[in-house]
């Protein structure tokens, strides 16, 4: 013969079914081993129902009810759940305003604290996507720089001031040996100035 | 340059007279073999204002001078600019002219006469002229109250380019004016008082300027192998006659006998913000800074070196010189914008599998 074993603790708890707890209650009256398995856990369950009721610590609960409280709006999915239901057409983004826990280590607010408002967060978002964006486009934009700066074999020409005096000097003795030049016509009034 | 002028030194009267004409008769001589013997003068030039120009590049190395000169110059880019000085000459034979304002100015150069013109080939500076132009004497002036022949130059279409006034016993330059093709005056100078005497003894011409700082042939040839432009010759009949180094550029002087360009090159990329007085054009879809002069001042960027022009040649010239030597277009430019394109063609290339 077999016995309830586990089964006693549903037969307690009243959780079988028509048949199943006929036969379970007609082998309790023929094994003294299972009627007595049955009346201890009777009895167990009757003194933790007369035990007094415990008071959780404030702490506790503010903490538990936390984790009920509504959150930001999960991020939108690129596409819908696998077997979600296409009769009903549920997807996660239109389960996006469902609410979320706040991250691990990031207590929620505490009763008679004030929750910052909605808006707040989506500016302080905004600014940050703005900001990640233009760092981006400025590092785009310098990495397309030096990608298109002109190849050199060796180091950028230097900067350079032509020395016009000096040469319009060299270019006056340079004329010395030509018949027809005079280097005075040249040299003379490019230094002292001119004159309309 | 220096700031004051040496005083000439004068020999014994007696021997300059004997000593003088003596040695300057066989360096006449040669200098009239030279000119009949070189192959520098065509049909329509007068063979004695050949002679005579040979004289007065031979003349600075026979006598002492010493005056005052006015000297003028129109500017080739815009003929109501001009300018104009009164200056003070003082020549040693065989050494340099200085030249200062005159007065007691501070202000003073000196014309080193350091142009040899060793890369103009045959019939040296006189070549230049009359392979250009056709040479003739006009006529006898007075210049200072000396005798003067008068050399003219003419275009092949008969216009006057330029006339010499020269000495009509030492063949030296006493005046000399430049004409624009529509007959207006680019350049003058006159000596309005001088004093000539022969130089003592015989004087080989000295040379101020270093040799190592010459450019010969061969060195050309390097450079142009190294990717400097160095031209023989410019649009217009301007042909390099000298080069030589200045500081760290090269300078190529061009002529057609009449007009000089020296074209300056050095290695860079101009600095124009700090450059005072120029104003800035496009050309040939780059960017040119100049100044009017005279003498007309160009500089301008291309590729990696940096091009100076210093001219007393007519626009048409220097026209022809920037197209010769054209300046870095917009497009190559080393802007922001440029480099930001080049560098998304370069992407675009990589990503592409059929480039």
Known sequence: MRHLGVIVTALVDDQLGHDDRDRALAHVTRCEQCRMAVELERQAKAALRRLPAARPPASLVASLRALAEPGDPLPPPRRPLPGADAGQGTTVRDRAWITRRPPAGRPGPVPGQRRPEPGVRTRRDRVRVVAVGALSAGALTMLLATLGAPATSGSPPASVVPPIRQFTVEHAKATGGLPFAEPAAVVVPAVAGDRR | ?355
């Open chain 2, 1 to 355: 340059m220096t700031g004051s002028l040496a005083p000439i030194r004068r020999g014994p009267h007696i021997l300059t007279a004997l000593a003088g004409p003596a040695l300057a008769v066989p360096l006449l001589l040669c200098s009239a073999v030279t000119a009949l013997a070189a192959p520098s003068s065509d049909p329509g030039d007068d063979l004695g204002a050949v002679g005579l120009l040979h004289r007065a590049l031979a003349a600075p190395e026979l006598v002492w001078f010493r005056g005052t000169q006015y000297v003028a110059a129109w500017s080739p880019l815009d003929a109501e600019r001009s300018t104009s000085a009164v200056v003070d000459v003082i020549h040693e034979p065989g050494g340099p002219t200085r030249i200062r304002a005159h007065g007691a100015q501070p202000l003073a150069m000196v014309d080193e006469r350091s142009g040899t013109a060793w890369l103009a080939g045959a019939g040296g500076p006189v070549g230049l002229l009359v392979r250009g132009y056709d040479v003739e004497i006009i006529g006898v002036s007075a210049v200072a109250g000396r005798p003067a022949n008068i050399v003219e130059a003419r275009r092949d279409d008969g216009t006057p380019a330029a006339r010499l006034w020269l000495d009509s016993e030492w063949a030296l330059p006493l005046r000399r004016e430049i004409y624009a093709e529509d007959g207006t005056t680019r350049t003058a100078s006159a000596f309005i008082e001088v004093h000539i005497e022969p130089a003592p003894a015989a004087v080989e011409a000295t040379q101020s300027d270093p040799e190592d700082r010459w450019l010969r042939h061969d060195d050309l040839a390097e450079l142009r192998a190294g990717g400097w432009s160095c031209p023989r010759r410019l649009p217009g009949g301007f042909q390099l006659y000298e080069a030589r180094r200045v500081g760290d550029a090269f300078q190529l002087s061009y002529s057609d006998g009449v007009a000089t360009v020296s074209v300056f090159e050095q290695r860079g990329r101009l600095d124009a913000d700090r450059l005072a007085g120029f104003v800035a054009r496009e050309v040939n879809g780059g960017v040119v800074y100049s100044t009017p002069g005279p003498p007309a001042q160009f500089t301008w960027s291309t590729d990696d070196r940096v091009v100076t022009v210093v001219a007393d040649a007519p626009a048409e010239t220097l026209d022809a010189l920037l197209a010769e030597l054209p300046p870095t277009k917009h497009d190559d430019d080393r802007s922001l914008l440029a480099r930001i394109g080049n560098g998304a063609g370069r992407v675009v290339s990589w990503l592409n599998p059929f480039d």
